[in-house]
């Protein structure tokens, strides 16, 4: 079955930088986008960065700049690479897998918290 199974969250001070990964099984990870979401304390889920089987990407325009999505299909991981951390960076983030007919699997999320 899917699996999507995140980690590297953690605490950090503002302006640090975390790496976020997203093991993937059970389906054919090579040729499916991903994409890493998060949600904040009383705030509704959100895309941060997407990235397609060849490796197109696309960022909220929060991240822009700080952040980068990447894949390694040999490892059937997804990266989100987060620079320049801010307090408001502060979420659960989550990646995300649609197939083609539109059913979604999550991961379980990793927290990020971004505190002086």
């Known amino acids: 079955q899917v699996q999507l199974v995140e980690s590297g969250g953690g605490l950090v001070q503002p302006g640090e930088s975390l790496r976020l990964s997203c093991v993937a099984s059970?389906?054919?990870?090579?040729?499916?986008?991903m994409n890493w979401y998060r949600q904040a304390p009383g705030k509704e889920r959100e895309l941060v960065a997407a990235?397609?089987?060849?490796?197109?990407?696309n960022y909220a325009d929060s991240v822009k700049g700080r952040f980068t999505i990447s894949r390694d299909n040999a490892k059937n991981t997804v990266y989100l690479q987060m620079n320049s951390l801010k307090s408001e960076d502060t979420a659960v983030y989550y990646c995300?897998?649609?197939?083609?007919?539109?059913?979604?699997?999550w991961g379980q999320g990793t927290q990020v918290t971004v505190s002086s």
């Open positions: 995300k897998y649609r197939t083609t007919w539109g059913l979604e699997y």
């Open positions: 990235i397609s089987a060849g490796r197109s990407t």
């Open positions: 059970g389906f054919a990870f090579r040729s499916a986008p």
